[in-house]
């Protein structure tokens, strides 16, 4: 798959870089999309017929933020907030990246500025922690 295939703009915040996921299974696909600074995610599945794609299914959601969670010597991927995140979920995670060695960051959604902001720490540089309460 050619790299600029991996990436897609974002429906909800326009960040150019939307992660794209695949996985194909007989004469099925499906493609997961995913903004990892404002959490907009896309689910399409498709049917091949003579090597071309049919769209068969395709929902939204909107994101309410983003986040990724590195944990000591491990790897994890981006997921995304489909709705408000409690408070009691903020905590968990913040206790993971300040308190427990983890890294990664949190992003929320703004709905009145209509764009994402950083909540902790940063998405470029995986050994960074920046509490910004």
């Known amino acids: 798959m050619p790299l600029k295939d991996m990436y897609e703009p974002c429906g909800q915040c326009g960040f150019e870089y939307g992660r794209v996921d695949t996985e194909a299974w007989g004469t099925?696909?499906?493609?997961?999309?995913?903004?990892?600074?404002?959490?907009?995610?896309?689910?399409?599945?498709?049917?091949?017929?003579?090597?071309?794609?049919?769209?068969?299914?395709?929902?939204?959601?909107?994101?309410?933020?983003?986040?990724?969670?590195?944990?000591?010597?491990?790897?994890?991927g981006y997921n995304a907030f489909h709705e408000q995140p409690s408070p009691e979920v903020l905590q968990n995670l913040r206790d993971l990246i300040v308190n427990n060695g983890w890294k990664g960051y949190i992003s929320l959604w703004d709905e009145s500025e209509g764009k994402a902001f950083l909540l902790l720490g940063s998405p470029l540089d995986k050994f960074a922690v920046i509490d910004r309460r």
Do not use: D
């Open 28 to 76: 099925s696909s499906a493609r997961r999309l995913m903004c990892p600074v404002c959490g907009w995610t896309a689910y399409e599945e498709i049917v091949w017929e003579s090597n071309q794609p049919h769209l068969i299914k395709r929902n939204e959601a909107k994101g309410f933020g983003a986040f990724r969670l590195i944990p000591p010597g491990g790897y994890c």
